[in-house]
């Protein structure tokens, strides 16, 4: 009986829990391994076997045997570690956490591997609003029926009721005609529209003129700039006026002309956001749209690969998504559920991208202008000199962000698993023969073959100059002349005047101050020798003491063309008057030593001709070669042989003027650029090589469609986020604040929306109206709520509209506008930001990038392109110094005060104009008294000059 009793108990112990251990290893199963598996390591941690978890992950074992509490994996299901796990799901149930503890107190036996993953992954649950798709709420109903134009108005005005708020009333008529052309075109109304629009009583009258101004073109460029924003547009910097491309890209100015279109046709925000991630697989032989991929241009680093994409996937992260994705670079988010592993594989879809310029119509040198846009390249190393970052193959997690430290398990592309599951469909894109060799275009031939030409005529304009100026030094040296000095002291100093307006005005293409070394045209124009021996292209850029024949004066003046600065503001008079005199006041050099210069120069020119005579049968023969080689054509051996002829011959010419020039620089003890010229020569002599110098660019014949899935995802109906983010940006630039205040955070660490039904409400509206951000302005520019008076006390609540002070764009545009100098032309490259005073355009052109911008603009705080996805508002002293003194206010001051000096009215003329109000009774005496204390002309200046320096001409109401 005893033995039968023994034998029993021992039966029946494992059982009851007293001889085996618990079985946490179900518990793993359940809860862990769809995201710590082999397949799918989070945080470096796989939980399958018992060995795996000792080796833990990125933060170390994942167990102590026998002590549950120093164990990192109790820490984290009981949440005393952060981020407590299940990531983004609910917490453990106390019994299985006990029973995980008294597992590990067992020492954590596994009786066989866990399974497969993919038998139980799932999406991870996510309970936060912002990860939920937002559903159209039913408009509420509300007692100010009679106030509600629209839905937004009910929404608004039932959470006024809910928080027993009142709102401010409607804007007095002029305050809302200024600040809706202010909000939609970023100019303010001129007397005469406002009269118009006072004078206008049918019933739509407002609602008309909100139409309106959205078809204007000045809607596209007021809201481009707030997109620009957003996107981090940047015009191309570091070490620029070297030529030294590092951060963003030249003639990225053709992706801001493309938001500017794209709003102007009202083109779906989604349709944009397609464009910029994969316009080059969307439309890859359509130049407007290729223009869009400026957007993943802008992120361009090129010293650090890893850099670039990092900007990439966090700024579509802040951008698009309202997600602070780079905390999960280094490790899994601290408060939303985005693994590591979920980042890295975002960075998958971008793994391959690389720039490219392609030529445009008119321009065969794309350093001058050309198309900058993506496109995939192989994987490739990186370059040291000259560098250019290298091409990953594939994408990996950096252990803890540290890119020097890899997880060798390549990831996929694939969507934050916070959303759940998705199909991307990733389909690669085969391009045409033209879309990945852009060369083979017509134009690309007719542009390159126009050049030589060109360079043949300029060569031989330059050697008849030479020749002419040989003629007359000869004639001087025949009569007997010899060198005088003029008996008049010069006036013009070179050093203090004429270089300073050399390198202001002509630096980026002639040399200057942080650019010496460009010189197209081959003219510099950094000393008084450089400018006497003129370029190869124009031969002497002036005649001393002959300034009417100086083609330097010529083509400032336009008598040339291109007039000089090239796509600048023409010189100002003054300007060309001291040069003008400068060269009259130069001396004539003495005639034996002009003579030897001149038959220097004409013999160079001779040579520099025939050098250019072989270039242009070069080029052609290369390009022949080119077509037939792509073309397949049965000849392509035979045109290969006579382009390498070609180029050898062209060569040997370049090697023997460079080495002719060398000589003459030797025989005036020019050793230093002597030597440079022979080096010159000898480079060129080793592109006399066994195979002619491709023209044409040869790039990738597929590209992978991984970004296509990504920006298909993105702008889905499956997406909770984008339209949201779309959404309260536009929000934000119509009443001054938005409904979520953290704007690139939506997630659990970010603020709460105010009144997100409304939020929603119009997330559904913009999609299910064809992403059309017109169709959402018009419903928020005819409500009530817009209307609103700015006055009454601040709530979060938006019971007015809140005051603000012009953006520093709007400002100076308005005070040009108001000034009638305003140059509304658009497109085209940036605009100098030293000239952001003296030039007429619209602020939107003037250069900005992290290192360069307007100092008047800055102070009244422009973006800063390296983030700006919501602007400051400071108040700075230097802020009324800069309106008050600079030459942009104060002239246009006097040109305002001079159009409003033939008015009957001119007191309440000047205030319309810039305020948008009649002035009041009190505003009239003083405005009187303060004109009659002194010279008319002179008081009328100071009166208009005091109105643009007012609070109400700045501040939009």
């Given amino acids: 009986m005893m033995r039968w009793m023994m034998r029993w108990l021992l039966a029946f112990l494992p059982a009851i829990g007293m001889a085996a251990a618990p079985d946490g290893a179900a518990i793993l199963r359940t809860y862990c391994v ?87 992954k799932k999406p991870v649950a996510v309970d936060h609003w912002a990860f939920k798709k937002p559903v159209r709420p039913a408009t509420p109903n509300t007692k100010s029926a009679a106030w509600v134009r629209n839905p937004i108005d009910a929404f608004l005005a039932a959470d006024w009721e809910a928080n027993k708020l009142e709102h401010a009333g409607e804007a007095d008529q002029r305050v809302l005609l200024r600040r809706l052309y202010l909000d939609l075109t970023g100019l303010p109304p001129t007397p005469e529209e406002m009269r118009a629009f006072l004078a206008d009583k049918s019933p739509k009258a407002y609602e008309n003129k909100v139409d309106e101004l959205l078809s204007s073109p000045r809607y596209a460029l007021r809201w481009a700039r707030h997109w620009m924003d957003i996107w981090r547009y940047s015009d191309w910097y570091g070490r620029r006026p070297l030529n030294d491309q590092r951060f963003s890209h030249r003639h990225i100015w053709r992706w801001r002309d493309w938001i500017v279109d794209s709003l102007r046709e009202d083109k779906p925000y989604d349709r944009m956001i397609q464009e910029m991630i994969a316009g080059d697989e969307i439309a890859p032989n359509d130049p407007k749209t290729l223009r869009a991929t400026g957007y993943l241009v802008r992120s361009f680093h090129r010293f650090n690969r890893n850099v670039w994409l990092q900007d990439t996937v966090e700024h579509i992260g802040f951008g698009m998504l309202g997600l602070t994705m780079k905390c999960a670079r280094c490790h899994d988010h601290k408060y939303d559920p985005i693994a590591q592993e979920d980042y890295y594989k975002l960075r998958a879809f971008f793994e391959p991208y690389d720039v490219r310029h392609d030529r445009v119509p008119g321009q065969s040198n794309i350093n001058e202008d050309g198309l900058v846009r993506v496109f995939e390249a192989p994987p490739r190393k990186g370059g040291i000199e000259p560098y250019f970052p290298p091409i990953y193959k594939d994408t990996f997690r950096f252990i803890r962000g540290d890119e020097t430290n890899p997880d060798k398990t390549p990831l996929s592309p694939a969507v934050p698993s916070l959303f759940g599951k998705y199909d991307l469909h990733i389909t690669p894109v085969k391009l045409t023969a033209e879309e990945h060799i852009p060369d083979l275009r017509p134009f690309v031939r007719e542009d390159l073959l126009r050049e030589a030409d060109l360079d043949v005529r300029n060569a031989e304009v330059a050697l008849q100059t030479s020749r002419r100026l040989l003629a007359q030094a000869e004639q001087h040296a025949r009569a007997g002349a010899t060198a005088t000095a003029r008996d008049a002291k010069p006036t013009v100093d070179y050093a203090t005047k004429v270089a300073p307006l050399f390198n202001r005005a ?251 039904p409304l939020l929603d409400w119009l997330a559904v509206e913009l999609m299910e109206n064809g992403w059309s951000m017109k169709h959402i302005h018009r419903l928020i520019l005819t409500s009530s709520a817009y209307r609103m008076a700015s006055t009454g006390p601040d709530t979060e609540h938006f019971t007015r509209v809140a005051p603000h002070r012009m953006e520093a764009e709007v400002l100076r545009d308005s005070v040009l506008y108001l000034a009638g100098v305003l140059d509304e032309s658009e497109s085209g490259p940036d605009i100098d930001e030293n000239d952001a005073l003296k030039s007429r355009r619209r602020s939107l052109y003037i250069r900005q990038s992290p290192e360069t911008r307007a100092e008047f603009l800055k102070l009244f705080d422009q973006p800063d392109p390296t983030d700006c996805y919501i602007r400051t508002e400071s108040v700075i002293p230097q802020q009324a110094l800069a309106v008050a003194n600079s030459t942009l206010s104060l002239d246009a001051a006097r040109l305002l005060a001079d159009r409003l000096a033939a008015k009957p009215d001119f007191i309440s003329a000047a205030f319309e104009t810039t305020t948008g109000v009649a002035p009041t009774r009190d505003e009239v005496t003083e405005s009187r008294r303060f004109l009659a204390s002194m010279a008319p002309e002179k008081a009328r200046v100071m009166f208009v000059h005091a109105l643009l320096n007012h609070n109400e001409f700045v501040t939009i109401r």
Avoid at 70 to 98: D, H, N, W, Y
Avoid at 613 to 629: H, T
Wanted: proline share 7%; net charge positive.
């Fill in 506 to 756: 002509c630096r980026s293409c002639h040399g200057g101050i942080g650019a010496s070394t460009i010189a197209k045209g081959g003219l510099m124009l950094t000393s008084l020798d450089k400018i006497l021996k003129g370029g190869w292209k124009h031969g002497p850029a002036i005649v001393a003491g002959d300034s009417r024949n100086s083609p330097l004066i010529r083509f400032v003046k336009g008598e040339l063309t291109p007039r000089m600065p090239l796509g600048g503001e023409a010189l100002p008079a003054a300007d060309i008057d001291l040069l003008e005199k400068w060269i009259d006041e130069m001396p004539p050099a003495d005639p034996a030593k002009a003579l030897e210069s001149a038959r220097k120069r004409e013999a160079l020119a001779e040579k520099h001709v025939a050098t250019l005579n072989l270039a242009r049968p070069a080029v052609e023969a290369r390009i022949a070669a080119d077509l037939a080689k792509h073309r397949s054509q049965a000849n392509a051996v035979d045109l290969a042989k006579a382009a390498t002829e070609a180029e050898r011959t062209y060569a040997r010419a370049q090697a023997e003027e460079l080495s002719f020039e060398a000589q003459q620089l030797l025989a005036d003890n020019k050793s230093a650029a002597a030597k440079t010229k022979f080096e010159a020569a000898a480079k060129a002599l080793a592109q006399a090589a066994e195979n002619y110098t491709p023209v044409f660019e040869v790039y990738p014949e597929e590209s992978s469609g991984r970004r296509t899935a990504l920006a298909k995802w993105l702008t889905s109906r499956e997406n909770p986020l984008t339209a949201r983010v779309a959404i309260n940006h536009i929000w934000l630039r119509h009443f001054g604040k938005p409904f979520v205040r953290t704007v690139t955070n939506f997630g659990r660490n970010g603020a709460k929306p105010v009144n997100q």
């Fill in 34 to 120: 769809a995201c710590h598996s082999p397949q799918n390591r989070q945080g470096g941690l796989d939980v399958t076997t018992r060995e795996k978890l000792l080796q833990g992950g990125d933060r170390g074992p994942a167990f102590v045997p026998g002590d549950p509490r120093a164990s990192a994996l109790i820490q984290r299901v009981r949440q005393t570690a952060k981020p407590g796990m299940p990531l983004g799901g609910k917490p453990l149930p106390e019994e299985q956490i006990v029973i995980l503890e008294k597992w590990i107190t067992e020492g954590a036996p596994f009786a066989e591997a866990l399974a497969s993953p993919a038998a139980v």
